[in-house]
């Protein structure tokens, strides 16, 4: 590993992330539109379409981290690519809700798998002084694909209809595999695995799920509830607040406040520590819904867009970054996929309690509440982590010495 964070490889997984993520928001949009327009569909169905989605994907992470220890990063990477660049290729062909259904699941295993190696990759691709700078700017990734994904996929489908769609989220992936397969990924030695040892062994809950990484990952499964409520039902709180028009910048917004603050976050990360980021964002992320949940008109909904930007987008890759750092460098893969299949339970639970709240107690209730949920999470983070947080930094950097 060099000590120069901005190498060929480290923009490569960037890109590759990107893209990938582009897609996965792209159709997160688009999929229930062509189920109701196209294949006349209902809203139920196409619910159960993000379920099977999510549900595949997590269900994948894990046994996907045991595959990298077992097989070799480079192997379940490229199998990965493989998988995905194969579901994106067969929505020309979906007639019928079983077959998108069946497909949703297959491009499921393909999104599981690809985050958990591109995030196995970006790991050990950053040098330990700049963790916290390197998955920052990972991260930033993911959030910019978050704001641009939805803009393009409505786009396309109103305007062009579902082949184009289809045609212009194939095109995206190529582009995402072709930066993957420039990457440079170090062999690595790996368990020697047999045929008689793999049904020996099966699949143990301890290869499964990296302990090491799941305390902490569970940071994030509780502040992923409270973002639930934004990825799923800030558009239609916009439409009450009859601020439709403006509900397409929310995000956007969002990206900018990330985008201005990633330098600066990232680097005081490595420089002070995470409680020293991560208090301030959890305060930030509590201001923003509170924000949102006062909003009447289109200044202050847009302001709380930026707290919550600044908050949750910094509290993300803050906690992955500890949840890949905490872990032995061999077990990367499965804390990698840990963490995220811990953050998905969390936006995938939380999506349903908030929308059972959101019909009984209106939007902007179920905003107001979010925002002391959220606030309480300081007290979450300093048991789970903060209150160990020096202690745990001295021990990650004398590994990483020896």
Same mark, same amino acid.
Do not use: K
């Given at each position: 590993m060099v000590n120069r964070l901005w190498t060929k490889d480290y923009i490569l997984v960037c890109l590759t992330t990107f893209f990938m993520f582009l897609n996965y928001y792209y159709l997160l949009v688009t999929i229930p539109i062509y189920l109701i327009q196209d294949l006349q569909g209902n809203t139920a169905q196409a619910g159960l379409l993000v379920l099977v989605f999510y549900v595949a994907a997590?269900?994948?992470?894990?046994?996907?981290? +045991?595959?990298?220890?077992? =097989?070799?990063?480079k192997k379940v990477f490229l199998a990965s690519l493989i998988i995905y660049i194969g579901a994106a290729f067969m929505y020309f062909f979906t007639a019928s809700l079983m077959s998108l259904m069946i497909l949703r699941v297959i491009h499921g295993i393909g999104f599981g798998m690809v985050t958990t190696t591109t995030g196995t990759i970006v790991a050990n691709l950053i040098p330990q002084h700049r963790k916290g700078e390197g998955m920052g700017y990972y991260g930033l990734m993911m959030n910019i694909s978050m704001a641009l994904g939805p803009f393009f996929g409505l786009l396309a489908i109103n305007q062009w209809g579902s082949s184009m769609m289809f045609a212009i989220s194939f095109v995206s992936v190529i582009i995402g595999v072709l930066t993957g397969l420039f990457i440079s990924i170090p062999k690595e030695e790996k368990k020697a695995v047999t045929e008689k040892g793999l049904k020996k062994k099966g699949l143990n809950i301890n290869d499964l799920i990296e302990l090491s990484a799941f305390r902490v990952s569970l940071i994030c499964f509780f502040f992923a509830i409270v973002y639930s409520s934004i990825v799923s039902f800030v558009s239609v709180y916009a439409e @009450?607040? +009859?601020?439709? @028009?403006v509900a397409s910048y929310f995000f956007i917004v969002y990206v900018v406040a990330l985008i201005i603050s990633r330098p600066f976050t990232g680097r005081w =990360?490595? +420089?002070y520590g995470a409680n020293v980021i991560i208090i301030p964002s959890i305060i930030s992320f509590a201001i923003g819904m509170f924000l949102l949940s006062q909003a009447n008109g289109a200044l202050i909904f847009l302001l709380s867009a930026a707290f919550i930007g600044l908050g949750w987008g910094t509290i993300f890759p803050s906690v992955q970054t500890i949840a890949i750092s905490v872990a032995a460098p061999e077990k990367r893969g499965a804390a990698t996929a840990t963490f995220y299949s811990t953050m998905d339970a969390g936006i995938g639970i939380g999506s349903v309690i908030v929308g059972i709240l959101g019909a009984k107690i209106g939007y902007s209730s179920l905003y107001f509440y979010s925002s002391i949920f959220a606030l309480a999470g300081i007290i979450v983070y300093h048991y789970l982590h903060g209150k160990d947080s020096r202690s745990l930094r001295e021990s990650v950097k004398e590994r990483e010495l020896a």
């Open positions: 997590i269900v994948i992470r894990p046994i996907a981290g +045991q595959w990298i220890g077992s =097989f070799g990063l @009450e607040l +009859q601020l439709t @028009e =990360f490595d +420089q």
